[in-house]
């Protein structure tokens, strides 16, 4: 059983178009908030990034411009994305990405986007110092976690949270506080 923390968390994944370092724009977000209770609310969205897609991020996500251009744009979901994540640890498999994406998307559209966060690339390094890659991919298949729906929003979230699940069994709750970053 994993232990009940007095910690909201919101295990976040996106996808984007990819491109050039600060140009990217998302494509899809899950986000799976973990209450103080462990009850996991889901928050799962498609989105139009108005930007054309990478062919080979085409590929691997398997998600296109045809297939999003009906979607909500960034603005329309942002007030939703903010509203469901406030009070609560961004929590991502190398947090550093999707955070920095996340807050770039909220400038572009006029609001700061301010979280604490913790990245589960660092706490499984701790949980599990003998691993040869921390990759999600690689990680989760060594540890005997399955992936539904790789490079999809929803399916890496899914794996992240099974992965932080299994880190919370591993570590106090005190070792896990020690990798939460402040806002920036």
Known sequence: MVKEFKIRYSIIDIET?????NQEKITEIAILRISENNK????HKLINPIKKIQPFVEKLTRLNNKMLENKPIFSDVAIEIQDF??????VAHNVNFDYR???KEFKSVG???LRKT???IKLSRKAFPLEKSYGLGKLTSRIGIKINNRHRAIGDAEATLKLF????????????KK????YK
């Open 118 to 120: 913790l990245c589960t």
């Open 40 to 43: 996991v609310d889901i928050l």
């Open 17 to 21: 178009t990819g491109g050039k370092f």
């Open 111 to 113: 609001i700061e986007f």
């Open 101 to 103: 994406v996340l807050r």
């Open 85 to 90: 994540t406030k009070n609560s640890i961004f």
């Open 165 to 176: 699940n299994m880190i919370r069994k591993k570590l106090s709750e005190n070792d896990i």
């Open 179 to 182: 990798y939460i970053s402040e």
